[in-house]
């Protein structure tokens, strides 16, 4: 943050503003990781545990969140779930009017959308070669933080993924991500990186293939 920011931030808050305001907008989240904070008994104290709360969207939703800004005016205003995106709709809404009061917003978010079921069917929903391939390729250039790509493939199939192509993308994930090839290139060189990705990708494709053509 710059200095004329910081300064203009306390000076806000000594004029009787609120620092900051964090706001729960959504219980639904698509993931399931390990040792999520957010579904602790004791996250929202008295409040009790959030999946039990009730979750608004649209434009009640939106109401609500302007009336908690207006009521409080927070300098800074976090955005949490749940997944926020969840409410992807509703923020395409909010965050221009919370930008245009003057509050600065931070959203909270593994940055994940709910992919419509028919597009992971017909995908990666057999034990094709080419849906091995396809998921291998994503899962090289994805980015799974750690832990995170078990409730991710978790959900995958729960759409409709192939067990094939989940070992696939389970394979090429965590062994491979575009940060990943960048720094690699930069020790070995262009032609081993490519190498070593090529190799990456064909064994995820072929370890995911036979192991639904051996146990289907």
């Known amino acids: 943050m710059r200095k004329t920011g910081l300064l203009r931030a306390w000076g806000r808050i000594l004029a009787g503003r609120s620092p900051n305001l964090s706001i729960e907008i959504t219980r639904e989240c698509p993931l399931r990781c390990p ?15 959030l999946r039990t709360l009730a979750d608004y969207s649209g434009g009640e939703l939106i109401d609500r969140v302007l009336d908690l800004v207006h009521r409080h005016d927070p300098v800074h205003l976090s955005i949490v779930g749940g997944e ?3 409410r992807f709709r509703e923020l395409q809404t909010l965050l221009p ?3 245009g009061m003057g509050v600065s917003v931070q959203l909270v978010t593994s940055a994940v959308r709910i992919i419509p079921p028919g597009w992971i069917a017909d995908l990666v929903g057999g034990n094709t070669l080419w849906a091995n391939f396809f998921a291998s390729v994503v899962g090289a250039f994805m980015y799974f933080a750690t832990l995170t790509e078990v409730p ?13 192509p989940a070992l696939a993308l389970l394979l090429a994930g965590p062994a491979l991500s575009l940060p990943n090839m960048l720094v690699i290139r930069g020790v070995i060189g262009t032609q081993k ?3 070593y ?7 995820a494709t072929i370890s995911g293939y036979l192991y639904a053509s051996l146990f289907p």
């Open 35 to 49: 040792g999520c904070y957010a579904y602790e008994p004791e996250h929202l104290g008295t409040a009790g545990p």
């Open 197 to 203: 990705v090529a190799l990456v990708v064909v064994m």
């Open 84 to 86: 926020p995106l969840v």
């Open 152 to 164: 991710i493939i978790q959900g995958l199939l729960g759409s409709g993924m192939g067990k094939g």
């Open 97 to 99: 009017l919370l930008s």
């Open 193 to 195: 990186t490519v190498v």
